[in-house]
């Protein structure tokens, strides 16, 4: 969820992989929000100017996703991206022996284009079912929860530019706590304290062996 302290414990498990002698790299794994393909956007924005609509929740985006193709384009091109995420820039980490810390995972991915695209279904794409059997299975998997209200209050805090509105945050906790009967997440209340959190993570890692 956002707002659950997620980027602070990236860094704080960052710096102890870094204090024991490993080269930890994380990666962003957000479909359709990852550095190729915010640099790909970035590129098609400077040449198309103001015909594309800006980013964010606005009515000119929310006009454009309207058209089918430019939804099923959209969604084709971010599902290719994650293909080379998953398929070879992971996976090449990995037989480097780099530790490889995730900013997100396949799971947040799918409900956010189920949420934001209703009209598609998205396990009919091809693309997303191959994403499914070649993204690597993580050593463990950290879910990090706070309540809808909590997570309004952080995002304000934070002064976040495209906040979801509570009645999005609530189906998108539903969502995950439905993901939490399905798969083996370690289940962290985002509501403790920062180190309590590191605590328990850590201890989470201790029986694993990082492949």
Known sequence: MDGAGKSTQIDMLSNHFTKIGETPVIIWTRGGYTKLFDGLKAIVRKLFCKRLPPSGHNPKRNLAFSRWWIRCLWLNLALA?????????????????????????????????????????????????????????????????????????RSKIKDEPFPDPPEVLQERLERYLTLTKKLPFHVLDGSESAAKLQKDILTSLKNVSLS
């Open 81 to 153: 991206d994650l293909l080379w995420v998953y398929g070879v820039q992971i996976r090449l980490f990995r037989c480097l022996k780099r530790v490889v810390i995730c900013d997100r995972y396949l799971w947040d991915t799918a409900i956010d284009f189920r949420l934001n695209f209703p009209q598609e279904k998205l396990d009919n794409y091809f693309l997303w079912r191959l994403l499914v059997k070649i993204a690597p299975e993580p050593d463990v998997a950290f879910l990090m929860l706070v309540t809808v209200e909590e997570s309004v209050r």
